[in-house]
């Protein structure tokens, strides 16, 4: 029976085989027409792998116009196909096989672009090689101390006392030396708009070049990006100036004035120091007048005389402008009409008058003040009490600015004689006659 059964299998066993392969065949083509294999294209992005061989060779790159994309062709039954995205793909440059290209100055990187869903039985890639084009320059260093500011105005009334950044205030910076070697200075900027009390705020640093620019970060990696500062708001005072002067000017000469700018200033700090604070005194050996004959000027910086734990609001306030002003004194001799005298204390039944039409005045005082003066400025006093008839030079009192000026003694010719009795006589009948009346 066995040998009839293996007779039955290998009669005709070409035709047998053959037929079978026939099957496959057909069922080969019957899947293909039904399934066939399609193309399709996908356009991802590309991940940069391995950039710490470039910054370990102190360089960076970066890819060429922005570009960092990749599109591609791959093949794949449409049932495949079907059941594919872009997410299913990655294209991965590895920088440690970046090319320079001779003539074009660029430089490229080869991609490899698998896909994760499929194996490369599945889903044919593309042969064709792609690249990323990239550039490359330095790879520049720097660190910067990171400077506190302040935007907005606080309220009235008030100031601004310390700015401070109270965590780290260095930054290390690393990037492109086309940036990097641009930065000049790094900010924190505080808003204290409408502040009145003490604020802190963390604020992300900016950088700027030497002309004052804001620099581009988005190429830089920093160690830090963000820093907490903070502003203090204290209270303002007015308070006056005070100048006084060390030594005596030269003989002949006076002091006449000393006079600044500004005459006050504000001050800013805690309430309790403030309210202590009645005037800013400048020590006198700052204007040390010794020998002088002619005006001092001078700028004197108050900053080191400012009470303890107090400041300026305004930093050009600390610069004063001083001028001591020395003139010559003078002498000068004025005719002052006699009317200009008043006699007093005349003694009952006494005639009284001065015998000369005008007085000599001598008055000693800084130049300007004697231009400033006239006889007619010039009154006096004569103190008769104590005289007697007869004739008298008697001191007078003259009445003028004795800060100003000094006055030599003047004696004033004054006659002093009995009322005539007739006279008062006939003016007492007049009085009884009149009482009668």
């Not at 293996?6 to 009669?11: E, G, S």
Request: proline fraction near 3%.
């Amino acid at each position: 029976m066995l040998k009839n059964l293996a007779k039955k299998l290998t009669n005709n066993l070409g035709l047998k085989v053959l037929a079978v392969l026939f099957a496959i065949a057909l069922w080969i083509v019957v899947v293909n027409i039904d399934d066939p294999v399609k193309p399709a294209q996908y356009t991802i992005s590309v991940t940069q792998d391995n950039m710490d061989y470039l910054t370990s060779n102190g360089k960076y790159s970066e890819t060429l116009g922005g570009k960092n994309t990749v599109t591609f062709t791959a093949s794949a039954k449409r049932s495949i196909l079907e059941k594919l995205s872009n997410t299913d793909f990655t294209a991965v440059a590895d920088m440690e096989k970046i090319e320079y290209v001779e003539g074009d100055g660029v430089c490229r990187v080869p991609i490899t672009i698998t896909c994760s869903k499929y194996n490369s039985n599945t889903v044919t890639i593309s042969s064709k090689q792609q690249y990323l084009d990239v550039t490359v320059e330095d790879l520049g260093n720097v660190q910067k101390k990171i400077t506190a500011s302040t935007e907005g105005t606080v309220m009235d009334g008030c100031a601004l006392g310390d700015v401070s950044i109270v965590t780290s205030n260095l930054l290390k910076i690393s990037g492109p030396s086309s940036v990097t070697s641009q930065i000049s200075t790094v900010v924190a900027t505080i808003n204290v708009d409408g502040m009145s009390s003490d604020v802190t705020d963390t604020v992300v640093p900016v950088l700027y070049d030497a002309d004052g620019n804001e620099i581009d970060a988005s190429k830089l990696k920093m160690n830090i990006n963000t820093v907490t500062i903070t502003a203090q708001i204290l209270n303002t005072k007015d308070v006056d100036l005070s100048f006084q002067t060390k030594g005596t000017v030269a003989s002949g000469y006076t002091l006449k004035e000393i006079t600044y700018s500004p005459k006050k200033v504000r001050i800013k700090g805690e309430t309790d120091v403030l309210n202590k604070v009645a005037k800013i005194a400048i020590p006198d050996d700052v204007l040390d007048m010794s020998g002088a004959t002619e005006d001092v000027e001078t700028t004197v910086d108050i900053t080191s005389y400012l009470p303890d734990r107090t400041s300026l609001v305004l930093a050009a306030d600390a610069k004063v402008e001083v001028k001591v002003k020395v003139e010559p004194i003078t002498t000068k001799t004025f005719e002052v009409d006699a009317s200009a005298f008043t006699l007093e204390n005349i003694p009952d039944a006494t005639k009284a008058k001065i015998t000369e039409d005008t007085i000599q005045v001598e008055v000693t005082g800084a130049e300007s003040d004697i231009k400033k003066l006239s006889a007619d400025d010039i009154t006096g006093t004569v103190n008769l009490q104590g005289y007697g008839n007869g004739e008298h030079n008697i001191a007078a009192d003259i009445d003028v600015d004795n800060e100003l000026y000094q006055v030599k003694t003047v004696r004033i010719p004054v006659k002093m004689t009995a009322e005539d009795t007739e006279i008062k006589s006939t003016e007492s009948s007049k009085k009884s006659a009149s009482k009668t009346k």
